[in-house]
């Protein structure tokens, strides 16, 4: 068992990432100065594979449970489904000191997250992440939000968990595309932050693809400890915290042309790493040949490598609308080595084409 602690102040929580750690859910909550009673939240596919574990663990330790599940799947980040979940809490009648778990996904984690921060002003919220993605990313960093239909992610808060449980175990059964989509995330980590990090990547494959628990423990911790690290700096995302984005500006592009179904969200932002990765070798910063190496490495883990039928000027023309733009500036997460990520405005237009059509053979 390995823990993680993030020192926000008054706001600080230990992540705990525990091999076989969901047959203790009931310990660890029962760990926090809470009541016992919960409302655990889960979408219809986590519900179905850890509800009942949860459950008969929470209720072990003493607490009264309230499950709440909702559909799987990014429509459920809704207002509306924030609502059914407001009313199932106060039919339960949860109070400020009962907590609110989310069981799941980042879908799920955002959802009752946001229902967490929102309800009675704000009440407890313990994470059990159960995707990679949500695993080394979304449960980290206590960013919580549902969408709008106008735009992803528009009405939420910052609202940092009072513990988050992390069981690489509940990983055997995540499917291969949602899998290699968290690989996008970590092999991020290991760009911008950590070149050690990222041979481990290479060498551990195999171990990795076969999801040896010990072998994914150990990564997932590193994850944390990385962001964690950022966020410790930059919880609000106004600067260090903004070098997250490594490989997103040209990730979220694609998958905005994709339709936001044509691409995973990591599928779409292995393929905007090569591009930014291939973007920091034009500008003279970033050794050439090394986007070959990310290829390699995103390849062993069953990411794209390349896409075709896009269109260039429709990607920057999406990159033009992507909120994280500062200043109407758009600013780019550049390598400078692996290891070392750096933020840069003002590249021209032409550096941005160009790269695009090397990596995704388009017009
Ligand atoms: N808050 C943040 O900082 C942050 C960061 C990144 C992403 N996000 C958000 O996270 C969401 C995406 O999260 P996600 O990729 O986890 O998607 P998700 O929650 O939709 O999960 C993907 C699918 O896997 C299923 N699933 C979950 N755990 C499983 C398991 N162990 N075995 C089998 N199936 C399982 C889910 O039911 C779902 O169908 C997006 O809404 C995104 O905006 C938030
Ligand atoms: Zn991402």
Request: charged share 20%.
């Amino acid at each position: 068992m390995e823990t993680i602690r993030v020192n926000l102040g008054s706001r600080s929580y230990d992540i705990r990432v525990q091999v076989a750690g969901l047959a203790a859910i009931g310990n660890w909550a029962a760990g926090f100065p809470i009541e016992k009673k919960v409302m655990v939240v889960a979408d219809e596919n986590t519900a179905f594979l850890f509800g009942r574990q949860a459950k008969d663990s929470l209720q072990q330790a003493g607490f009264s449970v309230t499950m709440a599940v909702v559909p799987a799947g990014e429509a459920s980040k809704s207002l509306s489904q924030a609502d059914v979940l407001y009313a199932q809490a106060i039919v339960a009648g949860l109070d400020r000191n009962c907590a609110i778990m989310a069981l799941g996904g980042g879908v799920v984690g955002d959802l009752a997250g946001f229902v967490a921060a929102t309800y009675l002003r704000g009440v407890p919220f313990l994470q059990v992440p159960t995707t990679l993605l949500s695993q080394v990313d979304s449960s980290v960093g206590g960013k919580v939000a549902v969408n709008h239909h106008l735009g992803k992610n528009l009405i939420g808060a910052f609202y940092q968990p009072m513990g988050v449980l992390i069981d690489p175990q509940t990983l055997q059964s995540l499917p291969p595309r949602e899998f290699a989509s968290g690989m996008a995330e970590v092999i991020k980590y290991g760009l911008i932050f950590d070149a050690d990090f990222f041979a481990k990547l290479s060498d551990a494959a195999a171990a990795v693809q076969n999801r040896d628990p010990q072998q994914l423990a150990g990564i997932v911790a590193d994850c944390c400890r990385m962001k964690a690290a950022v966020v410790e700096r930059d919880e609000q995302d106004l600067g260090e915290r903004m070098l997250l984005n490594f490989g997103h500006t040209a990730g979220h592009a694609i998958e905005t042309a994709g339709e936001f179904s044509r691409f995973t969200h990591g599928e779409a932002v292995a393929l905007g790493m090569l591009v930014a990765g291939r973007l920091s070798e034009l500008t003279g910063m970033l050794p050439q040949g090394t986007t070959d190496e990310i290829r390699r490495v995103g390849s062993a883990y069953g990411l794209p490598l390349s896409a075709d039928g896009l269109d260039a000027a429709e990607l920057i023309s999406h990159m033009g609308t992507d909120k994280k733009r500062a200043a109407g500036q758009l600013r780019w997460v550049l390598l400078e080595r692996i290891g070392q990520a750096t933020l840069r405005s003002g590249i021209a237009t032409e550096s941005i084409e160009k790269a695009l059509r090397e990596i995704l053979p388009i017009e």
